[in-house]
């Protein structure tokens, strides 16, 4: 069983019925769900159907939550950032962000 990242304590448990609200629009999908805190984790390729389907509707989600995991690299942690959102904030290899420290959460901003 895998543990949970957000609590730690609760264990992920497989769900079929994961709703993805985008607009007027909702979409039922699989992934995981927390059996402690309730966190869902919908399955990344789940994700990306449903934001090409949201996306062919005209409607984009936002705000977009995306999940990712880090990797290692260098004795750094790496963060891929989503072709998606690459693509829509029209990121290239020496763009210049901000990264700001907001509680328990990143906001990274593209700058420049
Ligand atoms: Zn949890």
């Not at 993805?20 to 805190?37: A, R, T, W």
């Not at 989503?82 to 962000?97: F, G, M, S």
Request: charged share 35%; proline share 4%.
């Amino acid at each position: 069983m895998k543990k949970c990242l957000i609590c730690e304590k609760g264990e992920l448990v497989k769900v079929e019925d994961i709703i993805l609200e985008i607009e007027e629009y909702v979409f039922i999908v699989k992934g995981e769900s927390c059996n402690s805190c309730k966190e869902e984790f919908p399955y990344e390729e789940e994700t990306q159907k449903t934001i090409d389907i949201a996306r062919k509707l005209g409607v984009w989600p936002e705000p977009l939550k995306l999940y990712r995991h880090l990797s290692k690299s260098g004795g750094g942690l790496i963060l891929r950032v989503p072709a998606d959102l690459e693509k829509q904030l029209k990121l290239k290899e020496n763009t210049e962000i901000a990264i700001t420290k907001v509680g328990n959460k990143i906001v990274i901003e593209p700058g420049g």
